[in-house]
């Protein structure tokens, strides 16, 4: 026995040291990713005051206010019903208790068709309310999906993906429970309470007082639980938002994640985010127990005083009957029930509020896209295409820009300055044009500026200083859906959308794709006959990003959807990096197919596939540093020259040693 004991106690210091190591380890991940977790840690919402936040809902309401009127409606009647039970059921019993069998089945009857009548009420009240709140949330979510489609770039730089889901499905659905919970029924159970207050004085007041005693009570533990529980509630929001967010990330970065072996790290920190919204959930549940017990507890207190009072009364030859004490007994009940259910409902308002308080700190937000036209006459669409292409300043590559100048310009960036963070800026003063029909290629090391120029183009983000054109317009002139229909882009890293192949590829329609259009954007590719051959052809189904493509793939439906869109612009975003050497032929004559008879802007990393394009811009370090045609800039020996030889180095070795493994293998066989 003694052995097993200390056995028994090793066992158990392994398992403390072991556990201790654990946490630990956890505590050192947790701490070592605190800016980790400042990231994922929602704003606290401010005080906000429910009548300021309802007064926001109502525009979400007044559509539907038909619903809310006629549910409103049955309230009171169902409220009328249910105060004129009790006193029928006392007359039920006064009959009895007096002899007076014969309307024992007419009030039997009565009674029943009373209950039945105020089932059917209840139904239609809560049937039309929770229609009006299903519909309402409807456009409240549609409203918060098309507020997160305006908003700027910048916003989602910073903004957990998460974060912003919570929004849309989790705040509007706590909402919800507005109507789904009957919460709006309240004002039904204030009827039914005043109600039950003038039938009870009109019955017996002594009574009524002894009823109406324990209410201070009820008004403390409300008064105790009212800031509390909005408090909790707001903690369960944010936990939540934080939790959301957090597993969207790990979700979306598993593959990374195992990779490094990371589990038990990640594993680790959503412990430490689990138990906190665990412990925000519990801190809520204990002032929703607190509330109902404290309600239950001086509910069945005040019977048992009216009881207590009763027998009293009646031994002191008072005359209280035993149908007064049945209708006394019942009316405290119901007295007590819309009581209770006001208790809960308090609750769920307070949780709605705090979904409302989030939706609309974030419908308040102000990082929207800008709508403002160009601030300058020069920039109006009356120069339109025939603008002549701007020279520039850029150094001594630009003499064939300034050589060109009356070639009308499909693209002009004009001395543009632009910073994501104040302060810190990415482009430092470049001028750039593009003539239509060219073929320009920005290259330059990572961070130098090159997607930052087509973000621009587009209007992702907005300009600081300087102008952009296109077609020679500025930018800004354009409705951000007007201009957005002059460019395809395609980038490095495909997204495709769950749907079908097609649906991916006509993406630049509203309504169904054409099939026939899809075809043919495939076929001059040269890539119709992969896509024909797979199970469902060019409907076959395309899961969550495209997981069940490959690569290759995703690449080529990226080109049939520009060539789909057939704008007059094209951007190529290292269009041709994440390929096997299989697809690299056909994405070549699919980049050529794209980018006939089109502008094109190519941002390229392997330098050996631009040698073919009009001009080259080499951007260093936020500025142009030269431009020309390949075999120009290799004759000026500057930027470009030294990344094309120190990448044909790199290429040099990785074939040697792609070489030297293979007859290694063979001289192993």
């Not at 109507?179 to 009524?208: H, R």
């Not at 959930?281 to 001086?298: S, T």
């Not at 789909?564 to 096997?580: F, H, M, R």
Request: hydrophobic share 45%.
């Amino acid at each position: 026995m003694t052995t097993l004991s200390s056995k028994e106690a090793a066992s158990a210091k392994r398992s403390d040291a072991v556990r201790s190591a654990a946490l630990s380890a956890g505590e050192g991940a947790r701490r070592g990713s605190g800016t980790l977790r400042d990231y994922h840690e929602e704003e606290r919402v401010g005080k906000a005051h429910d009548t300021r936040l309802l007064s926001r809902l109502w525009p979400f309401v007044r559509p539907h206010r038909a619903f809310v009127a006629l549910s409103i409606g049955l309230l009171v009647l169902g409220s009328a019903l249910n105060i004129a039970r009790p006193l029928l059921m006392g007359r039920l019993v006064a009959n009895v208790q007096s002899g007076v069998s014969g309307s024992l089945f007419s009030d039997g009857m009565a009674l029943t068709a009373l209950v039945l009548c105020m089932q059917l009420v209840t139904f239609a009240q809560m049937y039309t309310m929770q229609t009006a709140g299903a519909r309402a949330m409807f456009d409240l979510r549609a409203h918060v999906f098309d507020f997160l489609q305006r908003l700027e770039l910048r916003f989602y730089d910073k903004t957990p993906v998460g974060r912003l889901v919570t929004r849309a499905t989790n705040d509007v659905d706590a909402l919800g429970e507005l109507f789904a919970s009957g919460v709006i029924n309240a004002i039904g159970d204030l009827i039914s309470l005043v109600g039950i207050v003038v039938m009870m004085l009109s019955l017996n007041v002594k009574m009524s007082l002894i009823a109406f005693a324990t209410l201070p009570i009820v008004g403390l533990v409300v008064r105790y639980v009212r800031r509390r529980a909005r408090e909790a509630y707001r903690e369960i929001r944010l936990k939540t938002a934080r939790l959301n967010a957090f597993l969207n990330e790990q979700v979306a970065g598993m593959s990374v994640v195992q990779a490094y072996a990371r589990e038990a790290s990640m594993a680790d920190e959503f412990d430490a985010i689990n138990v906190e919204y665990r412990d925000a959930n519990k801190n809520a549940v204990f002032y929703e127990a607190v509330l109902d017990a404290a309600i239950e507890m001086v509910g069945t207190v005040c019977i048992a005083s009216i009881l207590w009072w009763a027998g009293v009364a009646r031994l002191s030859g008072e005359g209280v009957t035993f149908s007064l004490v049945v209708v006394f007994t019942q009316y405290i009940r119901q007295f007590f029930e819309p009581v209770s259910l006001l208790a809960t409902r308090y609750t769920v308002l307070q949780s709605a509020m705090s979904g409302a308080e989030r939706i609309f700190s974030l419908l308040d937000e102000t990082s929207l896209e800008t709508t403002s036209e160009a601030p300058t006459p020069a920039s109006t669409s009356e120069l339109g295409p025939e603008r002549a292409c701007c020279s520039s300043s850029n150094g001594e590559g630009n003499k064939a820009e300034r050589a060109s100048h009356d070639d009308a310009e499909a693209i002009a960036l004009d001395h543009v300055t632009f910073a994501y963070k104040p302060g810190v800026n990415v482009l430092h003063d470049v001028s750039l044009c593009v003539r239509r029909g060219e073929q320009v290629a920005l290259v330059g090391a990572t961070g130098a500026g090159k997607t930052t120029v087509t973000s621009i183009l587009l209007r992702l983000y907005d300009l600081a200083s300087g102008e952009a054109r296109v077609f020679g317009k500025d930018i800004r002139a354009y409705a951000r859906r007007e201009l957005r229909q002059l460019f395809s882009v395609v980038p490095q890293d495909v997204f495709l959308f769950a749907g079908t192949v097609a649906g991916n590829i006509a993406m630049s329609d509203d309504g169904d794709p054409d099939l026939r259009r899809v075809e043919q954007a495939l076929e001059r590719i040269g890539a119709l006959d992969v896509f024909l051959t797979r199970p469902g052809g060019l409907l076959a189904a395309v899961e969550e990003r495209g997981a069940n493509f490959s690569a290759g793939e995703r690449q080529l439906i990226a080109f049939a959807r520009a060539l789909y869109k057939d704008a007059p612009i094209v951007i190529l975003d290292e269009a041709t990096a994440s390929i096997d050497s299989d697809t690299e032929s056909r994405l070549q004559r699919a980049l050529e197919v794209v980018m006939q008879g089109r502008t094109a802007l190519i941002i390229a990393h392997r330098l050996s596939t631009i040698r073919a394009v009009h001009r080259i811009v080499v951007f260093h370090r936020g500025k142009i540093a030269e431009s020309g045609t390949h075999d120009q800039l290799l004759a000026a020996d500057g930027v470009y020259a030294r990344l094309y030889r120190l990448q044909l180095s790199a290429e040099g070795l990785e074939s040697k040693r792609m070489r030297n493994a293979s007859m290694a293998q063979g001289g192993a066989a």
